[in-house]
């Protein structure tokens, strides 16, 4: 297996604009989580599904953040309009038994000017 | 409220030496802790783990150390070496539910 498969692996783009980050997780994996990290805060978690559904939203920061899990390879986080302090690296993971051991992406870095 | 904190953020250590990092947590429910570890532009990989029930687990070089009454955790490496330089994170989760992590550690290991 490829791992957890992200894209864009960099992103710059001008505050205002959408920004769409892509991730495929491991298959067979039923849980996919979407991190953000910055120098202030660390590892920080958005969102995570299981099974496609999404149960803690709860670390999305704002309501500019959505992600979507339309099947069990794909999963969008989505930043409308952006900002320049969303500017992080944003991880990708997948599990197959809950959170523990997930496995990380190699990260989309969004720099937004 | 960051529920798992690692105070140190960074430490250096000769090769062959010991290197502990430290990791403290506030959350009384978490009963799994993890260590990932991350080189640059890459993304974080699992390293070792401890169940609640334990207090101590050692994987070849690496070891964690659990202590629930101080709610502390740390990870030793020994001997430590060049290619351990990276950032280390320690991570926790209550339940099988998500994974919360602290903030990091860069760990630099001289030869």
């Known amino acids: 297996d490829a791992g957890v498969i992200q894209s864009p692996r960099h992103e710059v783009t001008e505050m205002g604009q959408e920004v769409t980050l892509r991730c495929k997780p491991i298959s067979g994996h039923d849980y996919l989580f979407w991190y953000r990290q910055t120098m202030m805060r660390g590892l920080e978690l958005l969102i995570y599904?299981?099974?496609?559904?999404?149960?803690?939203d709860s670390g999305m920061p704002e309501d500019r953040f959505s992600a979507k899990m339309p099947n069990a390879s794909f999963s969008t986080l989505k930043i409308q309009p952006s900002e320049p302090r969303d500017s992080a690296v944003y991880f990708c993971?997948?599990?197959?038994?809950?959170?523990?051991?997930?496995?990380f992406g190699q990260g989309t870095r969004l720099t937004v000017v | 409220d960051q529920q798992v904190k690692q105070n140190s953020p960074s430490l250096s250590v000769q090769e062959g030496r010991i290197s502990i990092l430290n990791c403290d947590y506030t959350n009384s429910m978490f009963d799994y802790f993890l260590w990932y570890k991350k080189y640059p532009a890459e993304g974080p990989t699992f390293l070792i783990s401890?169940?609640?029930?334990?207090d101590k687990n050692e994987d070849g070089r690496f070891t964690v150390f659990l202590n629930k009454s101080a709610k502390h955790l740390s990870l030793h490496i020994v001997p430590s070496q060049p290619g351990d330089s990276a950032v280390y994170f320690c991570?926790?989760?209550?339940?099988?539910?998500?994974?919360?992590f602290g903030a990091g550690t860069i760990l630099r290991v001289k030869s």
């Open positions: 599904f299981n099974n496609n559904v999404p149960i803690d």
């Open positions: 991570a926790a989760s209550a339940f099988g539910n998500k994974l919360v």
């Open positions: 993971a997948s599990s197959s038994r809950r959170a523990t051991e997930a496995f």
């Open positions: 401890i169940s609640s029930i334990k």
